[in-house]
């Protein structure tokens, strides 16, 4: 199981970045998949997931503002993120989670670095 992000960078408050997760070693369009972050200091914190049908969850802090999609022909996994603040400022990895028909273990990639100056 290989999983890479990419996409990360230093934004201004208010503005966007669009991440992207690159999958492969295992079944993409049966695998819910999901976004973490961690800041410096700070716990790990879900920030959004995908079902294998494309149904979301995201954590309040995002709601509203960050949108999380899937290209199953692609095994790529998207987090755009709009508005954003410096307390989205952290780590952002991807994670492929255990389904049914899918993997049985949680897999995490590594990470792409989001900071966002006031």
């Known amino acids: 199981v290989q999983l890479q992000a990419s996409g990360g960078g230093s934004v201004q408050t208010g503005e966007s970045l669009r991440l992207s997760c690159a999958a492969s070693g295992f079944i993409f369009s049966v695998t819910p998949m999901a976004w973490y972050r961690q800041a410096q200091g700070k716990e790990r914190e879900l920030v959004a997931r995908i079902n294998n049908v494309g149904g979301t969850t995201y954590a309040d802090s995002v709601k509203g503002r960050f949108t999380i999609s899937r290209d199953n022909a692609k095994n790529t996994v998207y987090l755009q993120m709009n508005g954003l603040k410096p307390e989205d400022t952290g780590d952002y990895y991807c994670?492929?989670?255990?389904?049914?028909?899918?993997?049985?273990?949680?897999?995490r990639g590594q990470g792409t670095q989001v900071t966002v100056s006031s």
């Open positions: 994670n492929a989670q255990p389904s049914p028909f899918g993997i049985s273990q949680n897999y």
